[in-house]
């Protein structure tokens, strides 16, 4: 045993000294991007609307969800955040007539979806957030024949679609007008269908539907690609903020 | 044959280095144990015969010997490569626990034959088997019961000495616990235990042979080949090398199969098999040979000019071996003493050459067995493989 | 089956000794680590910003990845190509000085050596490739446990394929000298014509990417068996193809029983 590790003990030591090289090299910043958000202090979040249910920018107590993740992650990285209107944003088909460039906006949020499109442009953190329905109750779907409670909310999904899959799976829908008949239903037990970004009860359980019930994406905040540091270091603080969140939620 | 009274007192010669380097008979007879390699330079020609024969007494056909029959047998064996005859018709056979030399000139054949030999290059024609398989149908077993010493270096010398012994033996299959003890063994064979860790590259010469030669015996083979064994190493070395062949041959009937142009290297072997463009021109015991077909000679060094062209005009036969040396063909002892009463005053230095297969070479062949560029070539090549090491 | 031991054990001395020679050799381990330094740390870092993002909709690499993201992949592939093909000097040094009739004169059989001696260099190669893997972290591609081991068999069997094709050039080429112009005429070439340092992005048609490069420039880069490995690899570690990947997987299947075969024809003659 001796004999064999003397052969190979300085082969081993070299291998040992180049890995350590090349993780302390892997540890270089490939770019400037973060260490120049970093001078100036700011973190500059691109939106269309300051006021959509996921931003609520002008309401200081109950900041919208996205935003919410976005003050956590800036206080993290130790910047200011500030929220950019764009007005533009979403008004034409073509992203290039946005006229959004590198300049104004360090990161791109406010409901932006995680589709095929954008990630040609942009480098996506997926948020945790999603847009579409979703099912809320226990992982076994309902049986057959079973009431299901639907809540659609104002995000102008597509009915029809939902209905036809619901008839088609056995489920009666049952229409439930406002947010509070939701909660009621579902502390009762039962399930139900809404929108995914309506706001939940605490510890409610959520499922995606199969996209023959109506398409979903989940909601991601866009980073300039090859911007690698602050994308990394974003990244990172995003997931913490996520895990806290989801360990709050499941703590009440 | 050269009766010691005829020949003057040995103390009394001059022994010079001129080229090619005479062994000078005596008869001073030793029991065949106390021969060795070792006494290279002042060796007698009879005692090689003696002691030849005599160790072939010695040994007994050895019991491991898988198959009955000789070591090696050749029969009819040609080979051309590129489209020249590199042997033609040869027929050998080499008995168990001897010591064969096949002895020629480079490009005589000698590597070719040993090639079909190790089963590296197949015959075209003839039979050939090794420790009784045939080389074509049973090449594995014949690989693993032979040794070979290469005439070039073949040891990886960026590997240790016990690096280089391991990767032998897990190649020949050797299991683990055996292979170590195996190391062991042919270490302290050629005195290199103590270089066990050292990098093969910072070897001399001599120590790089010696683990070569180490190598090819720890599989335990039954014949060992010899390809020009001993080039470029010092007398010391070379007896050392010698003296563990003949004790590996007395103690456990190894076979050995030398090839050579080195007339040193073949004096004390069993038969010699005289090889020349690709067919054996003789075969014998050096005695049988040198006393059939060799030639004495007296290598003289006239005082004056006036003596060295008398000699020469009494002596029309002579060669002029340098401008001032002359090489007198010697009849019998009766020559000598007739020459030493005319010109025994006259002489600054002289030396008596007895047959040598040198001689026997020249004889048959009407060349010299040695050529001078072989020296530059081993130099050559070892510029080469400095410049190509990384 | 009785001979079936020795000649593994055979096979592990061959390959071990690759191995010690491969780990000794300081000069094939810095090579090892400098290439993927130069290529990612140099090269990528200094075309990083010229294939970013600069405003939302218009963007120069068409790819759901960053410029390092894209090449990372690529310069594993080359170190891999590197150390592969130059694995055929130590069969051109065993030939020239003599070792190789130390190992062909063994009672091992010549496929035997040559496996042993293909998987040494495979190893050693898998070795570097891996040795890039680390710098993962720098090109901002996160790496899963199952796409690390996923990664290291391909960049095996990869390896392997390519030295056996090392093995086949050395058979051409006599002198050592001649073997590293050789080898860099044969390494760049086919690093350069294969999709390895310039994206052909997937969502054009051919005659789109016909308007961007000349057609014999994307003849090569189709016709090189390296750009489907370079993709294969791709797949594996960023997620993302150009080709479907059984392409890449095939052809490394095929050059790994190909080019062993053509390698053991003209191994040790």
């Not at chain 2, 690096?163 to 003890?181: C, K, Q, S, T, W």
């Not at chain 3, 310069?75 to 190789?100: C, H, K, P």
Request: net charge positive.
């Amino acid at each position: 045993m001796t004999k064999g590790w003397r052969r190979w003990r300085k082969p081993v030591i070299d291998i040992g000294v180049i890995t350590l090289l090349l993780v302390a090299l892997s540890h270089l910043p490939p770019d400037t991007s973060l260490s120049e958000r970093v001078e100036n202090g700011i973190l500059r979040l691109c939106v269309p609307d300051r006021n959509s249910e996921l931003i609520r920018a002008d309401d200081a107590t109950r900041p919208g969800y996205e935003l919410a993740l976005m003050q956590g992650v800036a206080r993290d990285l130790d910047l200011r955040l500030q929220v950019v209107e764009i007005a533009n944003m979403g008004r034409s088909f073509n992203p290039r007539d946005w006229q959004i460039g590198r300049g104004q906006c360090d990161i791109l949020g406010g409901g932006l979806a995680d589709s095929a499109a954008n990630r040609g442009f942009l480098t996506l953190l997926p948020n945790g957030g999603r847009i579409g329905l979703v099912r809320l109750g226990d992982s076994a779907p309902p049986a057959r024949g079973a009431k299901v409670g639907v809540f659609m909310g104002s995000a102008g999904l597509n009915r029809v679609q939902l209905s036809s899959w619901m008839r088609a799976g056995g489920w009666q829908p049952h229409p439930l007008a406002t947010k509070a008949d939701l909660a009621v239903w579902l502390r009762q037990g039962g399930e139900a269908i809404a929108s995914s970004l309506t706001p939940l009860p605490a510890g409610t359980l959520s499922h995606d539907l199969p996209a023959a019930a109506g398409e979903s994406t989940s909601l991601a905040f866009g980073l300039w690609r090859g911007d690698v540091t602050l994308t990394r270091a974003i990244r990172a603080a995003l997931q913490k903020e996520i895990q806290h969140k989801q360990f709050v939620a499941r703590a009440n | 044959m050269i009766p010691a009274a005829g020949f003057p007192n040995r103390q009394g010669l001059h022994f010079t280095r001129a080229s090619p380097r005479p062994y000078i008979c005596g008869l001073s007879l030793r029991p065949p144990e106390e021969y060795g390699r070792g006494e290279v330079n002042q060796t007698n020609c009879q005692e090689a015969d003696f002691a030849g024969r005599s160790i072939s007494l010695l040994i007994q056909p050895h019991e491991t010997a898988e198959r009955a029959g000789p070591a090696v047998r050749v029969e009819h064996l040609s080979l051309k490569y590129g489209g020249q005859v590199a042997l033609d018709d040869v027929s050998l056979s080499v008995g168990r626990g001897s010591s064969f030399a096949l002895l020629g000139p480079n490009g005589a054949g000698k590597t070719s034959l040993i090639s079909v030999l190790a089963t590296l290059r197949d015959a075209d024609k003839g039979l050939v088997e090794v420790a009784g398989h045939d080389v074509c149908r049973a090449s594995r077993q014949v690989r693993l019961s032979i040794g070979m010493v290469f005439q070039d270096p073949s040891l990886d010398d960026r590997l240790s000495a016990e690096e280089n012994l391991d990767f032998h033996g897990r190649v020949y299959g050797i299991p683990g616990r055996l292979r170590a003890e195996a190391i062991d063994r042919v270490l302290d064979l050629v005195e290199l235990t103590g270089w066990r860790e050292a990098i093969v590259r910072s070897f001399s010469g001599g120590m790089k042979r010696r683990l070569e030669i180490a190598r090819a015996l720890m599989h335990k083979p039954q014949i060992l080949f010899l390809d020009e064994p001993t080039v470029g190493l010092d007398a010391q070395t070379r007896a050392r090398i010698w003296a563990y062949l003949n004790r590996q041959r007395r103690e456990r009937g190894l076979t050995l199969l030398t090839t050579t142009h080195y007339i040193e290297e073949v004096e004390d072997a069993d038969r010699i098999c005289i090889i020349d463009k690709g067919r054996i021109i003789a075969e014998g015991t050096p005695g049988q040979l040198k006393r059939e077909l060799g030639q004495s000679f007296l290598h003289v060094v006239a005082a004056t000019p006036a003596d060295h062209a008398a000699l020469l005009a009494a002596y029309p036969d002579s060669h002029a071996v340098s401008p001032e040396a002359l090489a007198i063909p010697a009849g019998d002892e009766d020559f000598v003493a007739g020459f030493l009463a005319r010109f025994g005053n006259r002489l600054r230095e002289m030396r008596f050459e007895g047959p040598t297969l040198e001689g026997v070479f020249l004889s048959l062949t009407g060349r010299v067995l040695r050529d001078r560029t072989d020296g530059e070539r081993e130099a050559q090549r070892n510029a080469g493989r400095r410049a190509g090491r990384r | 089956m009785s001979s079936f031991l020795p000649i593994l054990r055979g096979i592990h001395g061959v390959w071990l000794r690759e191995i010690m020679r491969a780990t000794r050799d300081k000069g094939q381990l810095l090579g090892g680590v400098s290439r993927p330094l130069i290529w990612l740390l140099i090269l990528g870092v200094g075309l990083n910003p010229y294939f970013r993002g600069e405003v939302f909709g218009e963007v120069r690499l068409v790819l759901p990845y960053s410029y390092l993201q894209f090449l990372f992949p690529a310069v594993i592939v080359l170190n891999i190509m590197y150390t592969s093909i130059q694995f055929a000097v130590s069969v051109i040094w065993d030939r020239e000085f003599g070792f190789l009739r130390e190992i062909l004169v063994s009672p091992m059989p010549r496929w035997a050596v040559l496996l042993g001696k293909v998987l040494g260099g495979a190893t050693a190669a898998t070795g570097h490739g891996t040795l890039v893997l680390i710098l993962a972290r720098f090109a901002d591609v996160t790496l899963t446990a199952p796409q690390v081991a996923q990664a290291i068999a391909y960049m095996f069997a990869l390896s392997f394929a390519l030295t056996c094709f090392g093995v086949v050039l050395a058979g051409k080429v006599r002198s050592f000298e001649g073997f590293g112009v050789f080898s860099n005429t044969v390494i760049l070439p086919l690093y350069f014509a294969s999709s390895s340092v310039f994206p052909l992005d997937p969502s054009l048609t051919r005659t789109q990417l016909v308007a961007s490069y000349p057609e014999w420039l994307i003849m090569l880069i189709y016709a090189n068996p390296i750009t489907y490995a370079v993709d294969a690899l791709r797949g594996i570690l960023i997620n993302f193809n150009q080709f479907p990947p059984h392409i890449g997987f095939g052809l490394v299947g095929i050059g790994m029983i190909g080019f062993f075969l053509w390698a053991l024809r003209s191994f040790g003659r």
